[in-house]
Each structure stands twice: as C-alpha cells, then as structure tokens.
C-alpha cells in the first residue's frame, strides 16, 4: 500500500499558499520538488478567486506525464481531478506525512488514472518504502522462515503477473533459493485485490496447489482496501488492467479531515 507514499506527495505539493494562488506557480511547486516530471498540466477552478487566499478551490485538475516524485518511485502517467478543495493554511507549514489529516479543513474526494510500465513496477518495489512491506510479508526477521533477497515482476496479458524471487533460508547457510509464481489479479466490489490461478516453480521444480494456495490466501488476506479506512482514506479501484507493457489502475479516493475534538 505504499502507493499512498505517492498520492501524499501530490498533496504535500498542494499545500503551499503560493502554489493556489496560480496554475504556473502550482506547477513550478510539483516540478521543484519532483525528481524529474516529463509534463505538468494543471488547472486550477476558483470562483470567486478571492477564496484562494484562504486555500479553498471548486476543483484541480492535474495530468502528470513520466513523474518521478522519489528516487525509486516513477509513474508514466497520473491523472488527478478533485472536487472542492478545502486547506487548513495555519497547519501547512507543520503538515508531515504521517498526518496529513490537519491539512483538510473539509473532506477530499478525488479521482485518479495511474499508469506504471514494467520498469516502473520494478523499481518502486525497490524503494525503501516497498522493502519494509516485502521484509513484513517474507518475515525477514531473526524468527523468519527465510528472507527475500531480490523480487522482479513480468507483467503479462489478461491480469496476469509473473514474478522471480530469490530466497534465502537461514538454514541452509548461503544457499539461494529460485521461487518463480505466475498468476492472476482479479478485482472484487472495488476494494479487494484478489490473487487467482496461481502457479509456481521451486528451482525449476513444480510447486504443490496445496502450499501455493495457502501462500495466496495468506497474501489475499492483505490486498483489501478496507483496511486503510482506520486511517482515514477511503480507496476504490474502478478499472484494473494489466498487459505486457504497463499497468493501469482507475478509481476514487477519500480523505479524510482529522476530527476536532468537540466532534469526538
């Protein structure tokens, strides 16, 4: 779920009083603090104008094309429309990512088409944000049953993902392990990402159903969107589409303001 690392950052771009006030100057925010966009577009909807000053806007429309917001993390393309935009201007200058919540004066709905190529997919997953995710599902720890050395994804046709890991188990000293799976990625109700058809491979030797359909249900079991509720963002996938170039994800997001404390 660290893809939330990337709708933050487009948020955090947002929050600068200066950014609001025109669609260069938001432009030249997202672009400064980017390593590297190829194409920013944005549109900024305000009437009155004036209520810009107080960080409120009708709406943002925002394309990016090849954005690479961190080092490990680069997106062919995101696009970003927003319904009414309301900012806590005291709060922005103290606004981390880890609450984020005191930033919205009111909720944030927001609709979004994210495209990944190949490559993209392969180095987000080596971001320091995807290897504690990747350490919590090996369980790369000193009572874990092995320990994921490397991980490459090959998008295929039809949903399908393959993907090539190297183990380790603490047992058998230096000794690496070749883990290939094959499957498929379905979308339940817009919140539930679902493997299916899992096949895999144990050097090169064929894996029981048995063993890797208990590796898709205890992965399964993580893929569910609900699970950000508690945190205040609200996530839905509309569209899910994965071929041999890219994939592409379509849907709706929520976030949610921190309450006051005389609406707990």
Do not use: C
């Not at 927003?82 to 009111?106: A, C, F, G, M, Y």
């Amino acid at each position: 779920m660290e893809i939330f690392v990337i709708f933050n950052t487009i948020i955090m771009s947002l929050l600068s009083p200066f950014g609001l006030i025109l669609n260069n100057s938001l432009i030249n925010v997202i672009s400064n603090t980017s390593e590297n966009v190829e194409n920013v577009k944005i549109r900024v909807n305000s009437i009155p104008t004036h209520q810009l000053l107080k960080g409120e806007v009708d709406s943002l429309q925002i394309s990016l094309k090849q954005w690479q917001p961190q080092p490990n993390i680069r997106i062919e393309l995101l696009e970003l429309e927003t319904d009414s935009v309301k900012l806590n201007l005291p709060e922005i200058r103290h606004i981390k990512l880890d609450n984020w919540q005191k930033s919205l004066k009111s909720p944030l709905n927001m609709g979004y088409r994210l495209i990944l190529t190949e490559n993209d997919l392969n180095n987000l997953i080596k971001s320091p944000q995807a290897e504690s995710i990747i350490a919590k599902v090996g369980g790369n720890s000193q009572e874990s049953q092995f320990q994921i050395i490397s991980l490459t994804f090959n998008l295929l046709p039809n949903n399908r993902i393959a993907i090539d890991t190297k183990l380790k188990f603490p047992t058998r000293t230096e000794e690496l392990l070749n883990v290939n799976l094959e499957f498929s990625l379905q979308l339940i109700k817009g919140h539930t990402l679902k493997i299916n058809d899992i096949q895999g491979t144990l050097n090169n030797r064929r894996l029981s159903s048995k063993l890797l359909q208990g590796f898709a249900d205890n992965i399964n079991t993580q893929l569910n969107l609900r699970n950000l509720e508690k945190s205040g963002i609200t996530m839905r996938l509309l569209q899910l589409n994965i071929n041999e170039n890219n994939l592409e994800i379509t849907g709706f997001l929520h976030l949610q303001p921190q309450l006051s404390h005389s609406n707990l």
